[in-house]
């Protein structure tokens, strides 16, 4: 593997176990310091009420709602964050290429 960057703490919140997991390895990997996962917007608010990530990776819909609160507390902290929706079956497919 390449030279590892310093991401700090890294905040993660998703809600579907496997892609967490995944999220984790491949952050501490390249360089976070720590990872702290969330799966719901109430245990992510109460963790932010103490602490301060230095980044963070959000799943815009939890189990209990739309992050627009968690959002808006990352943004007061000045806390950097990139969106990092799942794809479901009603999201827009890619086109494809026939041979």
């Known amino acids: 593997m390449g030279r590892k960057i310093n991401l700090g703490r890294v905040l993660v919140l998703e809600d579907e176990p496997f892609i967490i997991l995944d999220l984790e390895e491949m952050l501490r990997e390249i360089g976070a310091v720590s990872v702290v996962s969330f799966d719901t917007r109430g245990d992510a608010l109460a963790w932010l009420e103490l602490n301060r990530p230095d980044l963070a990776v959000v799943d815009p ?3 209990d709602g739309i992050c627009t609160d968690v959002v808006d507390r990352l943004v ?3 806390v950097p964050f990139v969106f990092f929706p799942e794809r479901t ?3 827009p497919r890619s086109p ?3 041979g």
Do not use: E, G, I
């Open 61 to 63: 819909r939890l189990n």
């Open 76 to 78: 007061a902290a000045h």
């Open 96 to 98: 494809t290429v026939d």
């Open 89 to 91: 079956s009603t999201s």
